[in-house]
T-cell receptor, first 116, second 115 residues
Framework: GENVEQHPSTLSVQEGDSAVIKCTYS??????FPWYKQELGKGPQLIID?????GEKKDQRIAVTLNKTAKHFSLHITETQPEDSAVYFC???????????????FGSGTQLTVLP | DTEVTQTPKHLVMGMTNKKSLKCEQH?????MYWYKQKAKKPPELMFV???????INESVPSRFSPECPNSSLLNLHLHALQPEDSALYLC??????????????FGPGTRLTVT
């Protein structure tokens, strides 16, 4: 089955700096890669996703890049703010040819702390 | 609107109790999910319903019993739980099938404590 590795497990940055979180996946059939942000006491919130036919996607201060050859995707947050502090999870999903979506495989999570 | 609601927010139950967790969405999604999440870990899939039928059971103990009464509601019935079942229980929903538009959205979770 799919295996997703996520690094680093913890990341501290100064407010205004950039943060990068990296994930690698094992199954080349994976074609959908969402990122979730989970604040303390809340459920995961989908913040951005990318599909395998795209190399990069941006939404304001957040961007995701995908390298299918290396089976690697990354989350980039620019101009970080204290409210960006949370746990971030990457995930990967395979969609099989029968039309049924397979389920998400999550990375282990990154605790991001933005220091004021 | 991408809202999934869950009740209750917190639940404390004894090992002999029977309780239920509830989840609701009004996005027209036909796939609904139950996840269990332990502290500092990613969500762990328990059950998937697709078009109100159970399609995936990830070898979950029978003390957890899911139910999907209609396309908007998902329940998780709990009976004879163990202290190690204490966790955050998350509900999620998505469109069924593959392709664009089947992003998965999570609810806020129910924090369950088994005493």
């Amino acid at each position: 089955g799919e295996n997703v590795e996520q690094h680093p497990s913890t990341l501290s940055v100064q407010e205004g700096d950039s943060a990068v979180i990296k994930c690698t996946y094992s199954d080349s059939a994976s074609n959908y890669f969402p990122w979730y942000k989970q604040e303390l006491g809340k459920g995961p919130q989908l913040i951005i996703d990318i599909r395998s036919n795209v190399g990069e996607k941006k939404d304001q201060r957040i961007a995701v890049t995908l390298n299918k050859t290396a089976k690697h995707f990354s989350l980039h947050i620019t101009e970080t703010q204290p409210e960006d502090s949370a746990v971030y999870f990457c995930a990967a999903r395979i969609s099989i040819s029968s039309g049924s979506a397979r389920q998400l495989t999550f990375g282990s999570g990154t605790q991001l702390t933005v220091l004021p | 609107d991408t809202e999934v609601t869950q009740t209750p927010k917190h639940l404390v139950m004894g090992m002999t109790n029977k309780k239920s967790l509830k989840c609701e969405q009004h996005m027209g999604h036909r796939a609904m999910y139950w996840y269990k999440q332990k502290a500092k870990k990613p969500p762990e899939l328990m059950f998937v319903y697709s078009y109100e039928k159970l399609s995936i059971n990830e070898s979950v103990p029978s003390r957890f019993s899911p139910e999907c009464p209609n396309s908007s509601l998902l329940n998780l019935h709990l009976h004879a739980l163990q202290p190690e079942d204490s966790a955050l229980y998350l509900c999620a929903s998505s469109r069924a099938g593959q392709g664009k538009g089947n992003e998965q959205y999570f609810g806020p979770g129910t924090r369950l404590t088994v005493t």
